[in-house]
């Protein structure tokens, strides 16, 4: 039975407070708190270390996967390791995240999640992973996600991560090889970062597959002494095609740094990069302001369109 914290904070990251349809594991404090399969697909623990193993069989279709993980203890620090394996043709969903919850004077909650996807011959994969913090204690939310996937021929995967609110530090590494032939990824990521807290987000996607193309794509908002790091690399080793792209809302004091990098290894490797900076415009906040909303209400209304 969930209590009204790990409730609240399920709805949070995961947009589940009751038990989804499809495979489901929740993992409390270093604890698997709740599990459930499905026909397709299977979720066991690992043996050599912390962590699942999620098996989706060949041409499974429209099914989901949730796997969110809560911290309600101060102090507390977890790692896992959970593995993907999906199957030839399968077209799934898969719906992630961590949420912590410290209002305790124990020290730093922290959670490290490492992710790594085989995604299978013409597999798809919608992967949603989102980040919360909340708590008035004296400890830091610090979370550290690492993602790595692996594509095959025709595999097509569409990533999106969000940090909404409350986590102090975070540290994410994205990597993604696409080896097979007309493979593709996209990579949505949505961050806001207030008061003092810091992010860094490292990508580096590796276009190794004949006509295999990614998209990255970052929006952000940095508001008050809050800091941001961008970093996001592509290298394309063939006949393909990537696109980055970094915009930023910064205000208040913060800081943003955009480094996209691209890196082209075959006369056919196209590759393009852009990034932009900057405050929100008068005129936007103005002409909101003249259909009645305040001055507040407005700057609100522009940062939730932009990071819709």
Do not use: W
């Amino acid at each position: 039975m969930l209590n009204e914290i790990q409730q609240r904070i399920l709805r949070e990251v995961a947009d589940m407070v009751n038990m989804p349809s499809g495979a489901v594991n929740i993992r409390s404090d270093g604890q698997k708190l709740f599990r459930q399969n499905t026909e397709n697909i299977e979720i066991v623990s690992k043996t050599d270390r912390d962590g699942i193993d999620i098996r989706i069989k060949p041409f499974t279709k429209a099914e989901s996967v949730h796997i969110p993980v809560v911290l309600t203890e101060s102090g507390f620090k977890d790692r896992v390791y959970n593995d993907f394996f999906v199957g030839e043709g399968a077209d799934v969903t898969i719906v992630a995240g961590c949420g912590i919850h410290n209002c305790g004077g124990c020290g730093d909650s922290q959670h490290e999640g490492v992710h790594t996807f085989y995604v299978g011959k013409n597999a798809k994969v919608r992967y949603i992973e989102k980040h919360y913090g909340e708590g008035d204690g004296l400890g830091k939310r610090i979370l550290n996600p690492e993602t790595v996937l692996y594509l095959e021929e025709g595999a097509s995967v569409t990533l999106e991560t969000s940090q909404i609110r409350g986590v102090d530090d975070t540290k994410r590494y994205t990597r993604a090889e696409l080896k097979g032939e007309n493979s593709e990824i996209t990579i949505t990521e949505k961050l806001l970062t207030h008061g003092d807290q810091k992010a860094v987000s490292e990508m580096d996607v590796f276009l190794d597959g004949a006509g295999s193309r990614t998209q990255v794509i970052s929006r952000s908002v940095a508001q008050d002494n809050s800091s941001q790091i961008f970093y996001p690399r592509v290298t394309g080793n063939c006949d393909c095609f990537g696109h980055v792209q970094c915009d930023a809302i910064i205000m208040g004091r913060a800081k943003v740094r955009a480094i996209p990098e691209i890196t082209c290894n075959h006369v056919d490797a196209s590759l393009i990069h852009e990034a932009a900076i900057g405050k929100i415009a008068g005129e936007q906040i103005l002409k909101l302001m003249t259909l009645g909303l305040s001055y507040e209400e407005a700057e609100q209304r522009i940062l939730d369109g932009f990071l819709r």
